[in-house]
């Protein structure tokens, strides 16, 4: 089959790969419609998360049909189409019990050794196409898929629903859903999110739905700020304004209730401490560029909630501790859960409360995937998302 797959630094290529195969009584092997590029797949791209092999294919957002299930799957039906979500999970453990998917203990199969049981103090979960550290699994951004516990996570599309309308269920709409979940929000609150990428826009929608007075939203692009504030927000161009200043000045001096990091490691801006943590990750001296969550935690009023979906992969410089702690904030983070919530935002979907087509930019064919990656990192002002169409999956060459 084709897939695109990781060669190094800013390197992917779609190549021709083997097939997936079944491999445990309880996998599926998908056909893939549409799958999507990610802000988290940059992070790979940029090579900023290690454990990635040269070969790895890549993609953790894809939906497709299901062409063939393992004996132990009572569950999938070959020729139904469904969204995959990007965590591997097995329904079974300590964590899936409690609903926290993306913590499974199961799916990750890397030895004890593993970076992130050294790193973090315990081994992660698994996820599609992201990195030996989440299980080295081949990714979506291809024709097919081995998708591992295929009766835990793929949600059953009904017919008639286009790809666009659903495909986000796999990671996006959940991530920014729980991101504004995280903020535990309160009648009145106001909720400021930095990044206007995908997840802060699904951040920015689900914290109007859960109930956010005011969304004050931040970035530096003109057309993902104009997203922003087509959903309702009030908007903030880092570049523009003194960004802890203006959220005061919006808020009657007292700061955001709750702040949301829908950046993550790769912080843009021309900021003092930014700058400076370039040159220290250039120069293997630090690991993650955080200025927008230095700038979270010392814009939220006090007592208030910070929520972080961005991702980071290794140990912060200059982390406003004195900050956190002093001022009495509240912070959640994580990989999503995503099957806590594909149920609820599928029906969400349905009744017409949320719309996610609204966001796709660009459809390319999986061959031009690389092109996507490039257009994707380097011009983010048009690209706002990236769907890839395998050759295989358009509908004219289903059966
Ligand atoms: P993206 O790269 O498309 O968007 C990031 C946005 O942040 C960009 O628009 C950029 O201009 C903006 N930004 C950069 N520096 C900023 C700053 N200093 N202040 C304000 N805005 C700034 O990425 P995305 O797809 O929206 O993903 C965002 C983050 O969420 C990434 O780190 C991604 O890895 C992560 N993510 C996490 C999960 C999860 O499960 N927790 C899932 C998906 C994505
Ligand atoms: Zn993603």
């Known amino acids: 089959m084709r897939a ?20 445990n009584p309880r996998d599926a092997i998908i056909r893939i419609t549409s799958t999507a590029i990610c802000g988290s797949d940059l992070h790979l791209y940029d090579h900023v998360i290690p454990r990635m092999k040269s070969g790895d294919v890549l993609g953790h957002e894809f939906m497709g049909e299901v062409v063939e299930v393992g004996a132990g799957n009572a569950k999938l039906k070959v020729g139904q189409r469904v969204v995959v979500p990007f965590t591997i999970s097995c329904g079974d453990c300590f964590f899936c019990q409690k609903q926290q998917y993306s913590c499974c203990d199961n799916s990750n199969p890397a030895d004890k050794q593993d970076v992130s049981e050294v790193g973090f103090g315990y081994p992660m979960a698994a996820a599609f196409g992201y990195s030996h550290l989440t299980g080295g699994y081949a990714g979506g951004q291809a024709e097919f898929a081995r ?47 930095w990044g206007c990428g995908p997840v802060g826009l699904f951040a920015i929608q689900s914290a109007f739905l859960l109930g956010a007075h005011r969304v004050i939203a931040i970035d530096h692009y003109p057309r993902r700020l104009a997203l922003a504030k087509q959903l309702g927000a009030e908007i903030l161009d880092f570049e523009a304004v003194n960004v802890r200043e203006a959220l005061a000045e919006m808020t009657g001096g007292i700061g955001p209730d709750a702040c949301i990091d829908a950046v993550g490691l790769e912080s843009h801006g021309m900021s003092p401490d930014n700058i400076l943590d370039h040159i220290k990750t250039a120069t293997f001296m630090a690991t993650d560029r955080l200025h927008a969550l230095r700038q979270v935690i010392l814009a939220t009023r006090k007592g208030g909630r910070v929520s972080i979906p961005g991702v980071y992969g290794g140990v912060a410089d200059k982390f406003p501790i004195g900050a956190l702690m002093e001022k009495g904030l ?70």
């Open 147 to 193: 998708v591992p516990y295929s009766d835990v996570g793929p949600v059953v599309i009904p017919d008639g629903i286009d790809d666009d309308k659903v495909l986000f269920l796999s990671d996006i709409l959940p991530t920014g859903w729980m991101a504004a979940e995280n903020c535990d929000i309160e009648p009145g609150d106001v909720v400021a999110v």
């Open 4 to 23: 695109l797959t990781w060669q190094g630094k800013h390197d992917v290529r779609v190549e021709t790969v083997p097939d997936p195969q079944i491999v």
């Open 330 to 399: 509240t912070l959640k983070s994580g990989q999503t859960h995503v099957q806590k919530y594909t149920a609820q935002l599928l029906q969400m979907i349905l009744d017409g409360k949320i719309d996610t087509t609204f966001l796709i930019s660009h459809r390319l064919d999986l061959e031009d995937a690389a092109e996507g990656y490039r257009n994707f990192k380097e011009k983010q002002n048009e690209f706002t998302k990236v769907v890839l169409k395998p050759r295989s999956g358009r509908r004219d060459s289903l059966h």
